[in-house]
C-alpha cells in the first residue's frame, strides 16, 4: 500500500519530469560557463581573480546552504521550497546575463549558487517522499541519465551560441537559455507537483496540538562556517599562505557543531541534522565514498577540456565535443544502474569506481603515448568514455543505496549533507589535480603533466573504491539481501518523529 505522501500513481512521471527539469538546467548551466571564461573576460575585461569568483563565487554559496536548505525543506515543506529555489535561480540567471560589469556579474553568480543550493535538496527529499523500493532507484537512475546529457549539452551549446553569436552577445546567453527553462519548470511545477497536506519533517506539539517547526539557527551558522572555512582555501580566492589556517579552523567548527547538534537534541529539539544518520553505517559508507570519488572526478573533466585547448591548441568546442561521447555513455549507465542496484546492491558501485580509476589511468596514457594530435582527440575521447560510464554506475545507485535508511522526514537533511560531501570532494579535486597539472607542467611537457594529474585523481578514486567494497562485504557479512539494501524499510530509533518507507517489505537495516 503505498506512503501518504505518495502521489496517485499516474503523476509518478509527471513528478519525476517537473524534478530533471531544474536538475538540467543547473548542471548544464555549470557546463556552460566552463567554455564561456574567455569571452567573459574579454566582454567585461575581467581580471584573473574577477574570473575566478565566477565559479567560486557560485560554488561556495552553493555549497553552504545545501544541508540548511534540506533542512527548511524538510520542515516547511519541499515543494515550497523547490519553487522558491527554481524561482530565485531563474531571476539570477536574468541578472546575470545583463551584467555590466565583471563584480556585478560575480554577485548575481552568488545569488544563483543561493537558488541552486536552496533547489538541489529539495529534488532529493522529493524523489525519498514519492518514490519508493526499486522505483526509487530507477528515479535516480533517470536523474543520472539527465546529468550526463547536461555534461554533454553545456560545452556544445556554449560553444555554438558564442560561435553564433559572437564573444561579447554569446556569453550573456549562455546564462539567458536558463530563463525560459526555469519559467517552464514553475509553470509545470505549479500544476503537476502535489501540494502537501503536511510539513514533512514538523513536529506535533505536546497533545496532538499544531505541528511546530524547529530550524536549529545555531546549527545552521556552526555547519555553514564549518564548510566555509574548509572550501575557502581549495577556492582559489587568494595565493596567501595564511588561508590554510582556514583548514584547522573549520574543523573545529565543524567539532563545535556535532556538540551543540548533541546538545541540542538533548534538550527535546529537532537538530538541523540528527546525528544518528551519521552512526548509520549505510548512509557513513555511502557518503564518504562520494567525497572521495568526487576529489577523483570533478577535475577529470577540467583537466581534460584544459589539456585539448592549451595543450593541444584547439577551440572550446572541439574540447566540449571531445567529451560527449563520456557523457553519452553516463547517461545510459545511469539508467541501467538505477535498474541493476536492486539486483547487485554496493558492488554495482564498486565495479563501478574500478572501471573510473581504469579510465582515468588509460586517459593519462593516451596523452603521453599519442603523439600525432590528429590521433589523440580519438583516443582521449574513447578512453574517457569510462570515466563517463563509472559516473552512471557510481553516482545514482551509491544514492539509492545510501538514502536507503533515511526515514522521509529527513530527507532533504540528509540529501544535503551527501551533496555537501560532493561539493567539497569537488572543490578540493579541482585544486589537487589542476595543482599538480601545473606543478608538473613547469618541469616537464603537457603530456606528462596530464598524466601526472590522472595519477593523483586515480589514487582518490581508488579510495572511492575501497570504501565500496568494505561496504559491500559489511552488507554481505550481515546476510543483508541485495534488494533489501535498496528498499527495505528504515528507521532511525533515536527520532521520535520520522515517518519511515514503510511501502516495501521488510529487510534487514543496512
Known amino acids: 500500500m503505498p506512503a501518504p505522501q505518495d502521489p496517485p500513481e499516474p503523476r509518478r512521471g509527471l513528478v519525476l519530469t517537473v524534478l530533471v527539469l531544474p536538475l538540467f538546467m543547473a548542471l548544464m548551466s555549470v557546463s556552460i560557463v566552463n567554455v564561456s571564461l574567455p569571452a567573459i573576460q574579454q566582454g567585461l575585461h575581467a581580471s584573473t581573480a574577477q574570473l575566478q569568483w565566477v565559479l567560486s563565487g557560485f560554488a561556495l554559496t552553493f555549497g553552504l546552504l545545501l544541508v540548511p536548505a534540506g533542512r527548511l525543506g524538510d520542515v516547511v515543506g519541499r515543494r515550497t521550497l523547490f519553487l522558491v529555489g527554481v524561482a530565485l535561480f531563474t531571476l539570477t540567471s536574468l541578472g546575470a546575463a545583463l551584467a555590466t560589469s565583471a563584480t556585478t556579474l560575480n554577485l548575481w553568480r552568488v545569488a544563483m549558487g543561493i537558488g541552486s543550493g536552496v533547489l538541489n535538496p529539495q529534488i532529493i527529499g522529493l524523489v525519498q517522499q514519492h518514490f519508493h523500493g526499486a522505483e526509487r532507484a530507477r528515479a535516480f537512475g533517470v536523474m543520472g541519465a539527465f546529468i550526463g546529457m547536461a555534461m554533454a549539452v553545456g560545452p556544445l551549446l556554449g560553444g555554438l551560441i558564442i560561435g553564433a553569436a559572437g564573444p561579447d552577445l554569446g556569453w550573456r546567453w549562455t546564462f539567458g537559455v536558463n530563463v525560459p527553462v526555469g519559467l517552464l519548470t514553475l509553470l509545470v511545477a505549479w500544476r503537476w507537483l502535489p501540494r502537501e497536506d503536511r510539513h514533512p519533517g514538523a513536529r506535533r506539539a505536546a497533545g496532538g496540538g499544531r505541528a511546530r517547526t524547529d530550524l536549529d539557527p545555531v546549527g545552521v551558522v556552526l555547519f555553514g562556517a564549518s564548510i566555509l572555512l574548509v572550501m575557502l582555501p581549495f577556492l582559489h580566492v587568494t595565493d596567501a599562505a595564511w588561508i590554510w589556517g582556514s583548514l584547522p579552523a573549520g574543523a573545529l567548527a565543524l567539532l563545535g557543531w556535532l556538540a551543540w547538534e548533541r546538545r541540542y537534541r538533548g534538550r527535546g529539539h529537532d537538530p538541523m541534522v540528527d546525528l544518528a544518520l551519521l552512526r548509520e553505517r549505510g548512509f557513513a559508507f555511502g557518503t564518504v565514498l562520494i567525497l572521495c570519488y568526487f576529489i577523483g572526478l570533478a577535475p577529470s573533466w577540467a583537466v581534460l577540456a584544459i589539456f585539448v585547448q592549451d595543450g593541444l591548441g584547439h577551440s572550446a568546442l572541439v574540447a566540449g565535443v571531445v567529451t560527449v561521447p563520456a557523457a553519452l555513455a553516463g547517461a545510459v549507465a545511469s539508467a541501467a544502474g538505477g535498474r541493476l542496484v536492486t539486483r547487485w546492491g554496493r558492488p554495482l558501485v564498486a565495479w563501478g569506481a574500478a572501471l573510473a580509476v581504469a579510465g582515468q589511468l588509460a586517459t593519462g596514457l593516451v596523452a603521453v603515448l599519442m603523439g600525432d594530435h590528429r590521433l589523440v582527440l580519438w583516443a582521449l ?35 544535503g549533507v551527501m551533496q555537501t560531501g560532493q561539493r567539497v570532494g569537488a572543490a578540493i579535486g579541482l585544486a589537487v589535480g589542476t595543482g599538480v597539472l601545473f606543478a608538473t607542467l613547469g618541469a616537464r611537457d603537457w603530456p606528462q603533466a596530464v598524466l601526472a594529474a590522472f595519477l593523483s585523481m586515480s589514487l582518490a578514486t581508488s579510495v572511492a573504491l575501497v570504501v565500496a567494497v568494505v561496504d559491500a562485504r559489511r552488507r554481505r557479512d550481515r546476510g543483508e539481501s541485495l534488494r533489501g539494501a535498496v528498499t527495505g524499510p528504515r528507521s532511525l530509533d533515536t527520532s521520535p518523529d520520522t515517518s519511515p518507507d514503510t511501502s516495501a517489505a521488510a529487510s534487514p537495516r543496512s
Open 381 to 415: 575521447a574513447a578512453s574517457f568514455v569510462a570515466i563517463g560510464a563509472a559516473q552512471g554506475l557510481v553516482i545514482g545507485p551509491n544514492q539509492s543505496l545510501t538514502l536507503a535508511a533515511v526515514p522521509i522526514a529527513h530527507g532533504g537533511a540528509a540529501g
